[in-house]
């Protein structure tokens, strides 16, 4: 069937819904090259007023997932559950987490992204652990799956190009902030890992993408929509990204804290929120409520199984698991500067947008996209919101290697804090649940 | 100074204002090649959405009338009026109008357009006059203007490039449906005319653009606005379409209808359009009432002036001027079909777009711009809205050569006629002025 673009663009442009054949006929002739991006970006910035059905999505979302190739994990014997995080700082948490599920016997396919902007990627993370690589081998991810119980890599070329190209024209073209185009960014590529159910933690403040619970509401609805209507049960998760989550913010210094988390020894944020994502997937996997999940999940870290499947992940991808076992050994920047509290008080914001930016100055991220990142820079958070701090202690500690970069990343983030005389309190770390 | 188009966009679609140098930067880097489509295409929807604040529009127009030449005559010592339509079925009101006004000693620089869908064009109905051209040497522009008083040609290349570059881009992306968008189209072509004053015809109903008199209103007023922060005075009219203008729909017999108006036959509406607009553009000329502009007209009517200076600028234009002396001598299609009433009662409709779709269909149109018009070919309309019709008597008279064509016109312009068992009354004329 072909279709007029012209009038189908004109007819978003009206309100009127698309049918699930124009849809995926757009999706189709625009990845065959027979669609010029001046027509796609017409339609996607008229996409952008006027939204899209749930049926319209669930075409638009399908339609990109069958761009390329689908995964299929049809082999493995286990339940297939990933989690995806919409990016925040100091955001490791996918870090301890796949182990902790993989090590209750669900297969964790989880396909990572780098950093962008001021959000830092698990991809970045994990590569500070020496030889530790994100490419592996189409041919071993099923076997690995089964064995270890989780894979972490890299979006393959071969995945989802529709995508790819459509993200390149959005960032082009102002296109970027909509909803339905998110979601079937997210949500296409997650589907064709051949998921039987996905988490999202949808992040909400600052240092997020989506700065109230509002748009971070519609986001996660209509992603748990996308998810039921292509029959892969979704979880997703409101959590708080006004401040930094645990105290790591950087990459090798992030693997010291996912490290400790699987130890028991994590900051309590972070642990809470990956103690809370794991039985939330194991809840995906079948299991029948969440405090039978949260004892197996605690049961994976105290018998320091979680612990050794992340030893072992890291062996079977190319890592050197002495820094797993040893993770002070990981090289950290040799200087170190201490932001003081100028004064007495309440902490009453520690902005991770703030700091995130200047950790991208500091080396820690990537303001471009070939940019290099620094694995050994990055910020210790000595003071979260809520916290009582004296005049001349430490607010964080900057590990860094360069003197100019450190004054740029400090321009920044010495206005992250501020100190308030009335006492304060941090802010909930869970805002919602969607189902 | 350079800006970031994706920046530009992101503020546009956020419903934030762009500076004149802003949107002057996009016009001039489009027109350099310098911009992509897509990025242009996507900028244009968001306008399409979020409008144009009066100062954009004005610097938006101002850009575009600047990037090409812009017509020089100063040398002209009289006012230079135009005419401007939105476009119409049987709407010839250009070709009696110019030259009253021209015989009233105003200048008027006259660039039409040819006709595309259901709407004719004024250059094709001109060039049913044996000879007749259009191209005009732009030397002898200013002397015609100056002897004649008037010239009727069409757009030069050289005039707002970027106008043509820009439509064909909405065109093709669903963005020809903007305010904004269609009255600087308009005015820019018409500001480069070097004009002191333009009126404006609006149309309105369902052989128009503009379906409803809030949307013209909005139209109208957009451009009169324009024409304000350029300092040319404008004058819009907003006249009904809903059924044909006259008794001629096609080009050689609106040509004929048009020097009846210029001997003082012609049908009632035209004539009344004609005066009324002339007398405006004698105000926009400097006159002071319309009663002293109306008597102006109607002399130049009556002493036969107005004829002449027609028979004057066809012999100019390269036309033979025997056939405005002798109109019945141009060539009409040797065949005629009689459209009958099916039943005796008042017409409540006489659809201006079924007839005007149907005279494409006739070949005295264009469906595609490529399309060749055949000059004799047309309807002749019997029965307008208000008039009382018996069985079998005429609604209208078809001059046809193909019988094929004609069938497929018949098809559509059959359902053009409505005829009630209760009386009905002719729409209103002239539905609003705005100054």
Known sequence: MTY???????RKRDGESLTPDELAWIITQYTADALPDYQLSAFLMAVLF?????VELAAWTEAMLHSGDVLDLSTVGKAKIDKHSTGGVGDKIS?????????????????SGRGLGHTGGTLDKLESIPG????????????????IGMVMVGQTESLV???????????????????????????????????????????????????????????????VDIGASHDTPVTAILTNMDQPLGEAVGNANEIQESVA??????????????????????????????????ARVEKALDSGTAFETMVRLTEAQGGDPSYIEHPERLEIAPYEHVIEAPHDGWVSSCDAFAIGTAGVRLGAGRARKDDMVDPGVGFSIKAKIGTTVTKGEPLAVVS??????????????????SISEVPTTPPDLILATLR
Do not use: H, N
């Open 4 to 10: 007029s673009m012209v009038e189908l663009i004109g």
């Open 50 to 54: 006027r939204g899209m059905s749930r």
């Open 95 to 111: 870090i301890p987490l796949a182990p902790i599920v993989a090590a209750c016997g669900v297969a964790v396919p989880m396909m």
């Open 132 to 147: 530790f690589s994100v490419d592996i081998d189409p041919d071993v991810f099923a076997g690995q799956l089964e064995d």
């Open 161 to 223: 190009p529709a995508d790819r190209r459509i993200y390149a024209l959005r960032d082009a073209t102002g296109t970027v902030p909509s909803v339905p185009l998110i979601s079937s960014s997210i949500m296409s590529k997650k589907l064709a890992e051949d998921l039987d159910g996905l988490l999202l933690d949808v992040k909400v403040g600052s240092g997020a993408f989506m700065k109230t619970t509002a748009d971070a509401t519609e986001l996660a609805t209509t992603m």
């Open 261 to 294: 988390v699987l130890r028991g020894e994590g900051p309590d944020d972070v642990t809470e929120l990956t103690i809370r994502f794991a039985s939330e997937m194991l809840m995906l996997a079948g299991e029948s409520d969440l405090l039978s999940a949260q």
């Open 400 to 417: 860094y290697r360069d003197r100019g970069k450190l004054d740029s990343a400090l321009a920044t983030a010495r206005d992250a804090w």
